[in-house]
């Protein structure tokens, strides 16, 4: 289908009257309806008075394609009015549109355009507005010095001063339209391309002397538009001040010649006198509200003035011409005065309109960035040109306010947001570079300089010194610091409805590249090698360590410099990036996923920039760190020892992590990272414990066999047989039964128990933290814990006490604050909500002691660890997963695993006694660490296992452990 077939289905869609299309083209054929050539008074910037008129017709003539098919003459008329110099039109906020492309399908517009892309037409005008470009900038330049743009200077040349500021915006629109690079819509037109490379070659086109002349214009606008708007304010009072001071003036030559006040050979003139006075009276009666005829009178009362001056010979007297002088001055300043107008002001606005670049100035943006780096104060210049830009705002806006719609705040704020955007993408060259002058400055301290000792021998003092070193680190401070006053010399400005304040503007420039600095450190070296065996996870973290220390120095060092806070700004970031990515990392667990415009963390201003997975199971850097530590730490690897607070190889007995381990965790990723972590696995573990519950009640506690099996080892368990005989064939009859069974709960029990172990040592490295970085803070939550906790504890003795509500915000952003300083107990938290699930203790009771039987108790490790290194099982995430799940659900199920599990060890011992042993046999010692673990970390008292295993059982049991 070709363009012209498309154009006119498209516009075709619409029944509009003939007539009413017909009158509409006439009347933007023949009027200028936007009242524009009173601002372009030049015949030869028609076309450009003209361009929004000719947007307007180049959209109307498309509701009737006949027009552009057949009717030559009328074409030929249209070009010759609109498009005569120009074939690159802006229609709408820098939408830009070739006619050459655009109406290639239309005969008659095609033939009517010929005369204007002939070739010399071309050339002459692309020549022509490059001589002009040549002319305009030493031009500008020269009027932008210091002293020129005075008020006089402007005053008496407003004409002039309009003329070169309406030469500058011309010669911009042309040049700027027509050697834009090509839209998508006419990329790949080949005679597109023929007359823009024409333009360019004949106009010699330097994108930065036209971003230069650009600087130039908005700038010597800006200051013009400043000077008027002051003027207009200070018209009427400067008026009445010199029309004051010429009156008294007046008056007082005309008691001079009165002979009442004696001056100097000045002899009584009664003539003189009267005419003064009347000329007192003349100026007086000068009225600023009708300018014209104030105008013409004050050039007679000048004219007078002159002739009384040269006819009665008073320049003899100093001190009279004097004050005829002066007169003259003041009324001359009256006249200047009076032709302040506001319609110099709405002339300016209507020239400087910068609209149609709205798209094509970005590729001018490296230019901008490229004279900032070079010269940081060019941000003032560049301050006139986002003004000038925001000038575009006015179109969109124009006719929603005529309408009065309630849509206008809304365009209006998503344009402004628009220009801010780019506003500040322009100016992030700055902390950009700073970073880069900061990252040496980093690798100068911490690789080069050397610390200096507190003594040191005096022939070692030239070498601690190090001058050429740190007088490198001080040229480089310097560079950062005039970076800094580059843009706080920019004023706060107001861009559209949206107040710009530069210091802002630094600080978020700051936040934004320490945010891309950070993330992209903590994703680049949080990658590890899920097949290696040995970890790198230490290494890894050790050079991230030495990476966040350096950004951290290198902050706590420049902040006084660039006038921020440095560290407040880095626990921010650090906290939000370490945030978002959990929340991202959160989200493969949850229905609803938190979406990035949804996210709390997320800021369009401040973006933390999401890269893509390193591996198939982690959405960003969080979730490696976290699956990296389950590596380490798996339990069918390594064995946990809780007295050394270490985990530690099975085969090679080497220590593997440590409680440093988490301190260096803290170092590299800070609480943040921590909290972050703690959150994750607490995920997991509702998972984890979530497929448990599920699978039970899907599979297995809905199975007819089962619920067999379990009603009658229940009946041969139940309370009143206190002990069983023959436990050995009692016992593994039933757990053999479900071989295949216990290894997926034991998985789901493990990996419980082993996140859980890491959630503790989590919580034991913050609350360290906390107490150690913030007491005031440690005692304040410990004690408004405790005070709360006495308060629910008074409740459920009285109910009549007062009890914190549910809508109260109190208990849950206390529990926040008491997660992030580590005030909590994993092994204690309910992570699921759940149902009492008939025979789950007793389910629970016989896979415990199907895997009790590959575990011992190791006197020298103080813990349960396995027996054969073929069957590899650590004791401590065993029991703690057991007592997990069982914290889960109501504490009866609890008190009747330990009841089963108590009368395990009975029966076993029973069984020992039976048999004349003088020791405990291994499944009855076994068991009963088993329940000592059970015990301690559930946080019960010891006289729990009194009340169910006899006192003397427990203490023989305790004197052949510590034997």
Excluded at 391 to 409: F, G, H, K, T
Excluded at 536 to 549: A, G, N, R
Aim: charged share 25%.
């Amino acid at each position: 289908m070709s363009s012209s077939q498309r154009w006119d289905g498209y516009f075709g869609r619409f029944t509009i009257n003939p007539l009413y299309v017909e009158m509409v083209l006439g009347r933007l054929r023949s009027d200028d309806i936007y009242n524009q050539l009173s601002a372009y008074p030049l015949p030869e910037h028609r076309s450009t008075a003209l361009s929004t008129q000719a947007a307007m017709l180049y959209v109307c003539l498309f509701f009737d394609p006949n027009v552009l098919h057949n009717q030559t003459a009328k074409m030929r008329e249209i070009v010759d009015r609109f498009f005569p110099d120009n074939w690159v039109i802006s229609i709408y906020m820098g939408i830009t549109v070739n006619l050459i492309d655009s109406w290639e399908h239309f005969k008659a517009a095609k033939t009517a355009l010929t005369n204007t892309l002939e070739m010399s037409n071309v050339r002459e005008y692309a020549c022509k507005y490059s001589s002009r470009l040549q002319k305009l900038i030493p031009q500008t330049q020269q009027l932008l010095k210091e002293g020129v743009l005075v008020e006089e200077n402007v005053l008496d040349h407003v004409s002039k001063v309009t003329n070169i500021i309406r030469e500058c915006n011309v010669t911009l629109r042309w040049l700027m339209l027509h050697t834009a690079a090509p839209g998508a819509a006419w990329d790949g037109n080949k005679r597109c391309k023929q007359i823009r490379d024409q333009v360019i070659n004949d106009a010699k086109y330097t994108p930065l002397q036209v971003f230069e002349l650009l600087l130039n214009t908005a700038e010597f606008e800006l200051k013009i538009k400043d000077l008027f708007k002051h003027l207009l304010l200070e018209k009427h009072n400067k008026w009445d001040s010199y029309k004051m001071e010429g009156r008294e003036r007046m008056q007082e030559l005309s008691e001079v010649f009165s002979g009442t006040k004696p001056l100097t050979r000045v002899e009584k003139n009664d003539n003189l006198k009267m005419w003064f006075s009347a000329m007192a009276k003349q100026i007086d009666s000068l009225k600023h509200d009708d300018a014209a005829a104030s105008g013409r009178k004050i050039a007679r009362l000048i004219q007078a003035l002159d002739e009384v001056q040269a006819f009665h010979q008073l320049e003899a007297n100093m001190q009279v011409k004097q004050f005829i002088v002066d007169t003259r001055r003041f009324l001359m300043q009256m006249v200047r005065t009076g032709n302040i107008k506001e319609e110099v002001l709405i002339t300016l606005q209507i020239v400087g309109d910068l609209s149609y670049a709205w798209e094509i100035i970005d590729p001018y943006t490296s230019y901008m960035q490229q004279g900032i780096k070079k010269d940081p104060s060019l941000v003032i210049k560049l301050r006139a040109t986002f003004l000038k830009l925001s000038s575009a705002l006015e179109i969109p806006l124009l006719r929603i306010n005529q309408a009065r719609s309630a849509d206008m705040v809304s365009v209006s704020q998503y344009y402004s947001g628009e220009l801010v955007s780019y506003v500040r993408r322009v100016l992030h060259i700055i902390p950009e570079t700073m970073f880069g002058l900061m990252a040496r400055i980093v690798h100068l301290q911490t690789d080069v300089i050397k610390e200096l000792p507190t003594r040191l021998e005096k022939e070692r003092l030239r070498e601690l010194a190090q001058l050429e070193e740190r007088h490198e680190v001080a040229r480089l401070t310097h560079a950062v610091s005039v970076f800094t006053e580059g843009i706080l010399k920019m004023k706060s400005t107001l861009v559209g409805i949206i107040r710009v304040d530069p210091k802002q503007l630094l600080e978020d420039g700051i936040r934004k590249e320490l945010v891309k600095q950070i993330a992209t450190a903590l994703n680049t070296l949080l990658v590890f090698n899920q097949k290696s065996k040995t970890s790198e996870l230490m290494t890894k973290l050790e050079s991230l360590e030495k990476i966040m220390d350096g950004y951290r120095r290198s902050f706590e060092y420049i902040q006084d410099y660039v006038n921020i806070y440095g560290l407040k700004i880095w626990h921010e970031e650090v906290s939000r990036i370490i945030s978002y990515n959990v929340e991202q990392e959160c989200n493969s667990f949850l229905r609803n996923k938190v979406q990035d415009w949804q996210s709390v963390y997320q800021s369009r201003t401040i973006p933390i920039p999401r890269f893509p997975p390193a591996d198939n199971t982690s959405v960003n850097f969080i979730g490696r760190l976290a699956r990296e530590l389950l590596r380490v730490t798996d339990p069918k690897s390594t064995v946990y020892i809780e007295q050394k607070t270490a985990w530690y190889d099975m085969k090679t007995h080497n220590e593997i992590m440590n409680i440093k381990s988490f301190s260096k965790i803290t170092r590299s990723v800070g609480t943040a990272g921590l909290t972050g972590l703690d959150r994750l696995f607490s995920f997991m573990i509702v998972t984890e414990l979530q497929n448990f519950v599920n699978s039970l009640q899907r599979g297995i506690l809905k199975d007819k066999g089962w619920l067999d099996v379990f009603s009658v080892v229940s009946k041969g368990l139940s309370p009143n047989t206190d002990t069983v005989s023959n436990p050995g064939r009692f016992y593994s009859q039933y757990t053999s039964r479900a071989q295949k069974v216990w290894p997926q709960i034991l998985e789901w029990v493990l990996k419980v128990g082993q996140m859980q172990v890491i959630k503790k040592h989590i919580a034991y490295e913050l609350n360290i933290s906390c107490k150690f970085e913030s007491k005031n803070l440690a005692s304040a939550l410990q004690a408004m814990n405790e005070a709360l906790l006495s308060e629910i504890a008074a409740h459920y003795k009285d109910p009549s006490k007062p009890y914190p509500k549910e809508s109260n915000p109190l208990m849950y952003e206390l529990s926040t604050y008491l997660d992030w300083a580590g005030m909590s107990n994993p092994y204690s938290k309910i992570y699921i909500t759940t149902k009492n699930l008939q025979y789950l203790a007793l389910l629970l009771f016989l896979f415990a002691i199907s895997q009790l039987g590959r575990l011992h108790y190791a006197r020298n490790l103080g813990t349960l660890i396995n027996k054969k290194s073929q069957e590899p099982l650590d004791g401590v995430p065993f029991v703690v997963g057991v007592q997990t799940v069982l914290r889960q659900f109501h504490p009866e199920i609890r008190n009747q695993f330990i009841l089963y599990v108590s009368q395990y060890v009975k029966s076993y011992v029973e069984s020992g006694i039976s048999s004349k042993s003088p020791e405990f046999s291994a499944e009855a010692a076994t068991g009963l660490h088993f329940l000592e673990m059970l015990v301690h970390y559930s946080g019960l008292p010891r006289n729990t296992l009194a009340d169910h295993i006899p006192e003397p059982v427990l203490d023989q049991y305790q004197s052949l452990v510590s034997a």
